[in-house]
């Protein structure tokens, strides 16, 4: 039986938990709190700070996993190189987890590998803010270097929100890197994740694409397949076998384009499940999740297919001022009498608001937004 020590456990960990369960693997969830989404369904479960290499490393000599499967980016990922020396594989590769925990370290390796970004320059202080963003032109958008799920963002416009800018940044980062990356807007006219699965001694193979919607960077709808010109999926998958080779390891990647009127433009990667891809859920025959667990212990894909269209919304707790509160959901009967619409309640012990809580899974826009509609999150002393 293989042991699979997994670092984050949100919501996409529980789904990889379920995944590897199914193929017979022991699984130790790690995270900073307790009865996090996938320690619910692991067989054992550790709250630790992952950041602390130390307590990291102490618990890798206790657990002696055959596989390190890293779910989070705030990971001392420095200390997975260690651990790799010792013959404990990181999955996919602990070059990969440590370039892509930072935006400035995968873009400039992308730069490097000749693959088309946005322009983008770097700023430390206000003053190099400033300078970087007369450099790029507006609108621009600045970001942390080290954040998710949109944190810290800001679509800029006018010069005189630079100040803002640099304010929201720094304050949303996460770790204690303080750089911000300024980019070219991108006028885009679509935006696909490719989800890529890099196994041993096979071929890279590619999921159907997945388009997807965010607000304010963080993603609120995806559906499968996205109908897209055959030329540039051709262009993105070429790009994602480059940059998943140059990364190394097995395992699924999610890679992030922006789709222009004749163009396709490379935004970022995950060298994991990707939250859009919680789609494949419903659509394929084996999900990004059952794909990255393949991966890992090199058995064999026999085909990726979609077995029906989908589409998926997630459900956030909105309107809510405070942090951390209990809660229910209302709305869940209802919703599930729509025609083959499926839900994942992540099971977090807490909500606040715009903190993800769910995932509304269905045939098509339509019948999602409708079941979206008749759900919703009560703080529970309210009743
Ligand atoms: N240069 C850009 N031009 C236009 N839109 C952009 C640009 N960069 C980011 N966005 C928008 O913001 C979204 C989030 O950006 P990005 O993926 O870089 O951030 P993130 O915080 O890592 O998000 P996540 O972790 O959810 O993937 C993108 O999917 C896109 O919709
Ligand atoms: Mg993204």
Not at 75 to 95: D, M, Q, Y
Not at 320 to 345: C, P, Q, W
């Amino acid at each position: 039986m293989k042991k699979i020590l997994l670092l984050g456990s949100g919501e996409l960990g529980k789904e990889l938990v379920i995944s590897a369960k199914r193929l017979g693997c022991e699984v130790i969830a790690c995270d900073k709190y307790s009865n996090a989404p996938a320690m619910q369904v692991a067989d054992i479960s550790v709250v630790l700070d992952m950041l602390d290499g130390k307590k990291l490393l102490n618990l890798v000599n206790d657990v002696k996993p055959d596989f390190i499967v890293p779910e989070i980016e705030s990971i001392r990922t420095e200390e997975l190189f260690n651990i790799e020396n010792k013959g404990i594989t990181v999955v996919p590769s602990a070059r990969a987890v440590n370039l892509t925990m930072n935006r400035d370290a995968i873009r400039d390796r992308a730069n490097e590998l000749g693959i088309k970004t946005a322009k983008y320059e770097y700023a430390h202080n206000i003053n190099e803010l400033d300078k970087a963003v007369q450099i790029i032109g507006l609108p621009c958008i600045v970001k942390p270097v080290m954040s998710s799920s949109g944190k810290g963002q800001t679509l800029l416009t006018e010069k005189k929100e630079i100040s803002y800018a640099w304010e929201n940044a720094t304050k949303n980062m996460r770790g204690d890197r303080i750089k911000v990356i300024v980019e070219e807007y991108i006028n885009f006219e679509s935006e696909i994740t490719l989800l890529t699965v890099r196994q041993s001694n096979r071929d890279t193979i590619f999921c159907p694409p997945i388009g997807h919607k965010q607000e304010g960077g963080d993603y609120v709808e995806s559906w499968q397949p996205e109908n897209m010109d055959q030329d540039l999926l051709m262009k993105a998958k070429d790009i994602s076998e480059k940059i998943t080779k140059d990364l190394g390891g097995n395992g699924l990647f999610g890679i992030e384009f922006f789709i222009t009127k004749n163009d396709i433009i490379f935004s970022e990667l995950s060298p994991r499940p990707h939250d859009t891809g919680m789609v494949t859920l419903y659509t394929q025959n084996l999900s990004e999740f059952d794909l990255h667990i393949r991966a890992i212990l090199s058995y064999p894909i026999n085909e990726i297919s979609i077995l029906r269209e989908g589409y998926s919304t997630v459900i956030k707790a909105d309107g809510f001022a405070d942090r951390g509160f209990d809660y229910k959901f209302s709305g869940i009967e209802k919703a599930l009498e729509l025609e083959n619409v499926d839900i994942r309640l992540f099971g977090k012990p807490k909500a606040w608001n715009e903190r993800r809580m769910g995932v509304i899974l269905s045939k098509n826009r339509k019948i999602g937004q409708k079941a979206r509609k008749l759900i919703s999150i009560h703080k529970k002393n309210n009743y």
